[in-house]
């Protein structure tokens, strides 16, 4: 789920931004996290400035997050040593960063990978690779330690909690019906069109491309599916996924949310719990396991000025954020892992192909907040404490708990970490961007004061993490199935899906990366 969910206090640096304040008669430490909103806009606002040295390389990666990291890993397979991976940040991993509270490892944004179908192969075979998925007796076994423990997800409903995200306890039987009637048209859904991830490789036909033009509520509206249970139920899936609501979010985007996984099993319908890959720090397990490899060739801390395509090849200057300097790259081709907004920036001319992706595409912002509390929280009873723990009616997402993958018992300190997209809040951007950080502790302390009464007394430090273009919202009127490449720039972001998740960027960024390959060994 991509960031879709799917530090301040723990990069080793002491932040400016860092203060305390007295909460509820105890002090509570707190601040911004990186990545910091005003980086990008030192990039965006610098007057151009000559370049003062120049270096050449064989293939170009322009942005580090999980497409970037695929690519050069795919030229790497393809035996290509010579390239340059160049990332604005002073770490890769785009929206699956990390980092630490109290010592404790926890995301700073997307935090979990489902496992892949056999629709994904170069994913697959990355697993492999890391070790994480194994052949015994001729099935793939994934290592449990990963696996998220159970139990996994909960709901908390009519104030206690329940186990699983769907509402169940107290609903009556016009709510279950219309579950039923969902799951049945879901089922209709695969039987009519293929829903997988990625998406790459699936063309769009006529029947999606309906999809594609209405919101899902309209959809939904047309099949009579009103009942308030299911409708928050999706409305949470569209925003934990898409980062926005049924009512912003295209009737495709909310078929496949389900139609591409497990279907959606209607009570009493026997169904497994999906299984997914989770870490206490998310995804930054994996990413950091991508760039491991790559050595002096990933260089942070790099903004991109201007992209053009020569004759002979490629050519961009590059800011060093450190110095200010700027450095003129020569190269034979380039993977332009860059979100499509920040494309149009730097590449000149506009390759029509990159006007074409970008018509239609908006994007949501996300607030990620980690909570290092003293111990463990009072329950209102019900259900287990579970890694994801969500609160019916909430504007948020919940929460996902970092111990809950550790196989000793959690006595002391632990983190909570807490998501709110905002594509559907107004202004949500400038909301993320002027509010202080106390602002989003106060709204985390109102969401979560209801199931945990004790949460103000054991809070002791909190850690923000401010994505201001988290993520592409799969909107009516956004789809996409054109080219990805041309001739000597491959385009690899999960914008180019239209939607925001690992499987997506991963499998861009191989393809991207295998085209620049083959650019470069035909010598054009």
Not at 57 to 65: F, I
Request: with cysteine.
């Amino acid at each position: 789920m991509a960031l879709t969910r799917r530090g301040c206090l723990g990069l080793g640096v002491a932040l400016p931004w860092l203060n305390a304040c007295r909460f509820d008669g105890h002090e509570v430490t707190g601040g911004f996290t990186a990545p910091d909103p005003a980086r990008g806009h030192r990039w965006r606002d610098a007057s151009p400035v000559a370049a003062t040295r120049e270096r050449r390389t064989g293939v170009l990666v322009l942005g580090g997050g999980v497409a970037g990291l695929a690519a050069a890993r795919a030229l790497r397979l393809d035996g290509v040593e010579e390239f340059a991976l160049l990332e604005l940040e002073d770490s890769a991993g785009g929206n699956a960063r990390a980092g630490s509270l109290g010592g404790l490892a926890c995301p700073q944004g997307a935090h979990y990978l489902p496992l892949p179908s056999d629709d994904a192969p170069e994913l697959q075979d990355w697993l492999e690779e890391t070790g994480l998925r194994q052949r015994e007796a001729g099935r793939w076994r994934y290592d449990e330690r990963h696996l998220c423990h159970s139990p996994q997800d909960r709901l908390f409903l009519h104030g206690h909690w329940q186990d699983g995200l769907l509402p169940l306890e107290g609903v009556g039987a016009a709510t279950l019906e219309q579950y039923r009637r969902l799951s049945r048209l879901i089922a209709q859904a695969r039987r009519e069109e293929r829903f997988v991830m990625p998406g790459v490789r699936v063309p769009l036909t006529p029947g999606t491309r309906a999809l594609w033009a209405i919101p899902f509520a309209q959809w939904l509206d047309g099949h009579g599916l009103d009942d308030a249970y299911l409708r928050w139920y999706l409305d949470y899936a569209c925003r934990d996924d898409y980062g926005a609501g049924l009512t912003r979010v295209s009737a495709w985007a909310g078929i496949h949310y389900f139609a591409s996984r497990h279907g959606f099993p209607a009570p009493g319908e026997a169904a497994d719990e999906e299984p997914l890959l989770t870490w206490p720090e998310g995804n930054a397990w994996l990413v950091r396991r991508l760039a491991q490899p790559l050595g002096d060739r990933l260089r942070t801390g790099q903004g991109v000025q201007r992209l053009r395509v020569e004759r002979q090849g490629v050519v961009a200057d590059v800011l060093d954020l450190a110095d200010g300097t700027v450095t003129r790259w020569r190269a034979q081709a380039a993977v332009v892992a860059l979100p499509v907004h920040v494309a149009r920036r730097v590449v000149d001319p506009v390759p029509a192909i990159l006007s074409a992706r970008a018509a239609g595409l908006g994007q949501a912002p996300w607030v990620v907040v980690n909570l290092l509390l003293d111990g463990p929280l009072k329950d209102r009873g019900g259900a287990h404490p579970s890694w994801d723990n969500v609160l019916y009616g909430s504007p948020a997402l919940g929460y996902v708990d970092a111990s809950h993958q550790s196989l000793a018992p959690v006595v002391g300190p632990r983190v909570l970490t807490w998501y709110q997209a905002l594509g559907d809040e107004p202004q949500g951007r400038s909301l993320l961007l002027q509010q202080p950080w106390t602002f989003w502790r106060d709204r985390v302390v109102q969401d979560l004061m209801a199931p945990h009464p004790d949460l103000v007394e054991r809070l002791q430090q909190v850690a923000v993490t401010r994505h201001g273009h988290a993520m592409a919202v799969p909107a009516p009127g956004s789809a996409y199935d054109g080219p990805w490449h041309d001739g000597r720039l491959a385009f690899a972001h999960s914008d180019w899906a239209g939607y925001s998740v690992f499987e997506e960027a991963f499998t861009r960024g191989h393809l991207a990366g295998r085209h620049a390959a083959a650019v470069l060994r035909s010598g054009a």
